[in-house]
């Protein structure tokens, strides 16, 4: 999925999006990580204006190169800001308010790729904010109830305020509801390869376990994790949604790092 993405932000091929090199939080990082991190947040509703002071498209560019892109964009499509705006700023010396203002513009153009490739997200995210707006509350697959309150009015229509919220809500209570409701079977299916489990955090569960039980503890925690879920609706041709599970071992806690070799891997049988 984040190769995909890769592919369709920043132009490169899926099988390269691993190597692939783009301009990423001041530093040059593989495509794949720059989707995987920018998406999330686009996901739920991130703007272009954060997205570019966040993640910093121009933080490793040149003055010529970003103003570069902004004269483009303003030839080309008037987006971004003026060429007179722009040598307002430099006049000023606020060369850094430009590249404020490129970062902004690029990462509208990595938004509007995104959304290009996954409409029906798109299309989701109006519907949802649009029913906010229309009822004053959501509720999500199980039942679970949020109303909302930080509205503005215009022209006799209610805006929400709090778009990022309302985005987040229903992924967000479905996946901390599925873990709760599987939660008494994981800690069984730990119990059962003698180890226990420690704690969870949003989709993941964490505890300790022989390690030579792994094998054993994948075969039960799989049908568990894996397991139907109506709540969440049939989708022809597909059924009931599952959530694909990924598991990793290790003899320490973290990620595996020549620091920490005993560190968590994935496993694979």
């Not at 686009?42 to 103003?67: C, N, V």
């Not at 709090?162 to 809500?169: C, G, K, S, V, Y």
Request: hydrophobic share 40%; net charge positive; glycine share 10%.
């Amino acid at each position: 999925m984040h190769s995909l993405n890769a592919a369709a932000i920043f132009g490169c091929e899926v099988s390269e999006a691993k190597s692939y090199l783009v301009p990423f939080e001041g530093q040059m990082r593989p495509a794949r990580h720059a989707a995987k991190r920018a998406t999330h947040g686009w996901d739920y509703g991130m703007g272009a204006k954060k997205t570019g002071r966040m993640f910093q498209p121009f933080g490793l560019s040149r003055p010529d190169e970003f103003i570069a892109f902004l004269e483009e964009g303003w030839r080309e499509r008037r987006a971004g800001i003026s060429p007179d705006s722009i040598n307002r700023l430099l006049a000023a010396g606020d060369v850094e308010k430009v590249r404020d203002a490129a970062n902004t513009a690029k990462a509208q153009t990595w938004i509007d790729a995104y959304f290009a490739k996954w409409k029906g997200l798109a299309q989701w995210q109006r519907d949802t904010v649009a029913r906010v707006e229309r009822d004053g509350y959501l509720i999500n697959s199980f039942g679970r109830k949020l109303r909302f309150w930080n509205f503005e009015y215009k022209n006799g229509k209610r805006i929400l305020r709090d778009r990022e919220e309302a985005l987040a809500f229903w992924p967000q209570s479905d996946v901390g509801d599925m873990c709760k409701a599987v939660l008494p079977e994981m800690e069984r299916v730990y119990a059962g390869v003698g180890g226990e489990l420690q704690s969870t955090t949003h989709d993941s569960f964490l505890g300790d376990m022989p390690l030579a039980m792994r094998g054993a503890f994948v075969a039960a925690a799989r049908p568990v994790l894996e397991r139907e879920w109506p709540e969440l609706g049939e989708r022809t041709g597909l059924g009931f949604f599952r959530c694909p599970a990924d598991f990793m071992f290790g003899f320490n806690w973290g990620k595996k790092t020549e620091d920490n070799p005993g560190g968590l891997s994935e496993w694979k049988s």
